[in-house]
């Protein structure tokens, strides 16, 4: 389906979302400089090569401009992963974590055999989506060790990034889209955590 906005209007909707992701970013690397964020390496690094690869494939499902937050995103992404390392983030990687690393990697040959990008981008936002899980683990685990503000950010910011894409297929909007509902089920788990800590804390003053 064509995107019915003009490339004028899918331009701002991009700048706007490129502009969310350093908003976001900036802070979360200042949180990890700082000790109070402690992200998880591995799962950054799943993060990266998944984004990375799907821009590529967004750029032949015809994905326009709307592509460029996607871009931004990959580069920074592993940029995280590596400051995050640097400074010691959690980094216990597993054999589960490895078998999200593999099954993304995985998506290439996918795509040279079904000689579709979809094919891709579908292998891919499921291992995007089972990467979060040891980040969905951590935040279940210890709730107040990531910034709830950094998801939400990242949940418009693919919202906007869907709406500025010049074309809405499967292999431009699945992944951006499974990512975005993966930032909100993040984001509602671990409030629902800190309110049950918090009870919790209460209760036994």
Sequence with gaps: ?????????????SVIAIWLTFVAY????????EGKVQPHVFSWIIWGATTCIVFFAQLVGN???????????????FLVALFAYHKRGEIKITKVDWFF???????????FFFSS?????????????LGFIPTIRKGYTSPHSEPLGFYLIFLIR???????????????????????????????LVKFRQ????SFSTTLD
Excluded: H
């Design 63 to 77: 994905g326009g401009i709307g592509t460029l937050p996607i871009a931004i995103s990959g580069i920074t992404t």
């Design 195 to 198: 309110k049950n800590q918090k």
């Design 1 to 13: 389906m064509t995107n019915p906005f003009g490339i004028e209007v899918r331009s701002i909707l």
């Design 158 to 188: 693919n919202t906007l990034a869907i709406m500025a894409l010049a074309e809405w297929n499967l292999t431009t909007v699945l992944f951006p889209g499974s990512a975005g509902l993966a930032c909100l089920v993040f984001v509602i």
């Design 101 to 111: 690393f593999i099954l993304a990697l995985s998506s290439l040959p996918f795509w």
């Design 117 to 129: 990008p979809l094919a891709a981008v579908i292998v891919l936002s499921i291992a995007d989506s």
């Design 26 to 33: 900036i802070p979360y690397l200042k949180g990890i400089k």
